[in-house]
């Protein structure tokens, strides 16, 4: 079964600074990984998904992720963070021909101005 | 486009009411939708997959009986949670998956439902 570890529940990162969100996968076959964004009392936004091909996947709001199949990792990114990334982010995998997903912890994200 | 709805937001009701959240796919269809569960400052935890025309099926240690699911359309799942108490109380999301593009179409979330049960 599929697993996603994401540590750091509270990630503290100043306006204009790196951002950067670690998950570490385990699948047992090629995996689907996916990020997703939640705000207040809402549902999930997909950031950015990575099924085949390039490994370096550009998503919305500038975020991006790099699938690295011998580190079993698709770490979050953004160069430089605006006030309106605080939010909670979830990295999520699931195996290819199986639609359910399994989600990390989550990271809360506050941007410090 | 791949926008879901789900209705309602909010709901505040007695002990032992049943209540009934809708999940609408508006601009594709969706034969399979899931069902999530969250609690306060944590992550979603998958309840059931919702199958159209077909029955759910349910994760480990989820009561099929209390949670009630429905899948009579590509474009609608209900999830109705039957006798509520107040450890019912948390936030419901649905999510669905499109049938068309191909691949591994992502999930699509709702807005989420905010139970309450007094």
């Known amino acids: 079964a599929q697993s996603v570890t994401q540590l750091g529940s509270h990630v503290s990162v100043s306006e204009g600074a790196l951002v950067l969100l670690r998950c570490n996968y385990s699948?047992?076959?090629?995996?689907?990984l996916f990020w997703y964004v939640q705000y207040p009392n809402q549902g999930l936004q997909l950031l950015l998904k990575?099924?085949?091909?390039?490994?370096l996947v550009k998503g919305i709001n500038g975020f991006e992720a790099e699938f690295k199949k011998s580190e079993t990792s698709f770490h979050l990114t953004k160069p430089s963070a605006h006030m309106s990334d605080a939010a909670e982010y979830f990295c999520?995998?699931?195996?290819?021909?199986?639609?359910?997903?399994?989600f990390g912890k989550g990271n809360q994200v506050v941007v410090i101005p | 486009g791949a926008v879901v709805s789900q209705h309602p937001s909010w709901v505040i009701c007695k002990s032992g009411t049943s209540v009934k959240i809708e999940c609408r796919s508006l601009?594709?269809?969706?034969?399979?939708m899931f069902w999530y569960r969250q609690f306060p400052k944590q992550s979603l935890m998958l309840m059931a997959t919702?199958?159209?025309?077909?029955?759910?099926?349910?994760e480990q240690g989820v009561e099929k009986d209390k949670f009630l699911i429905n899948h009579a359309s590509l474009t609608l799942s209900t999830l109705t949670v039957t006798s509520a108490h107040p450890e019912d109380s948390s936030f419901y999301i649905c999510?669905?998956?499109?049938?068309?593009?191909?691949?591994?179409?992502?999930?699509?979330f709702g807005d989420g439902t905010r139970l309450s049960i007094l």
């Open positions: 999510s669905a998956r499109p049938n068309l593009g191909g691949g591994h179409q992502p999930q699509h």
């Open positions: 990575y099924t085949t091909g390039a490994t």
């Open positions: 699948s047992s076959v090629p995996p689907y």
């Open positions: 999520a995998v699931s195996e290819s021909g199986n639609n359910r997903l399994a």
């Open positions: 919702s199958n159209e025309g077909s029955k759910a099926t349910y």
């Open positions: 601009d594709f269809q969706a034969t399979t």
